[in-house]
């Protein structure tokens, strides 16, 4: 399983990214999909994660410090997750990492790197 993920960059407080993180198979092969944050000096966090069900329906979770400012969802046809990131703040910045689970697996793709200027 292969996880690429792109988008990041440098951005002005208040401003907008997305990023997308494109996966080698089928999206439905996982059970969650999630995006996780590691800021210097700092443990890696998660961010933002969607569950991957065979029925219908999807959960979401966004961690306190982006939750109504994030958004985070899927395209089933291009397999890939994104991470809409709005109202960016400085205490954004990080390397952000996509990553995928099933069942015990779990799957990480390289980061790529959010600044976020004041």
């Known amino acids: 399983v292969q996880l690429q993920a792109s988008g990041g960059g440098l951005v002005q407080a208040g401003g907008s990214l997305r990023l997308s993180c494109a996966t080698s198979?089928?999206?439905?092969?996982?059970?969650?999909l999630a995006w996780y944050r590691q800021a210097p000096g700092n443990q890696r966090e998660l961010v933002a994660s969607?569950?991957?069900?065979?029925?219908?329906?999807?959960?979401?979770n966004y961690s306190e410090a982006v939750k109504g400012r994030f958004t985070i969802s899927t395209d089933n046809t291009k397999n890939v997750v994104y991470l809409q990131m709005d109202s960016l703040k400085p205490e954004d910045t990080a390397v952000y990492y996509c990553?995928?689970?099933?069942?015990?697996?779990?799957?990480w793709g390289k980061g790529t790197q959010v600044t976020v200027s004041s």
């Open positions: 990553n995928a689970r099933w069942t015990s697996l779990n799957y």
């Open positions: 198979g089928s999206i439905f092969s996982f059970d969650t």
């Open positions: 969607i569950t991957i069900p065979i029925g219908s329906g999807r959960t979401t």
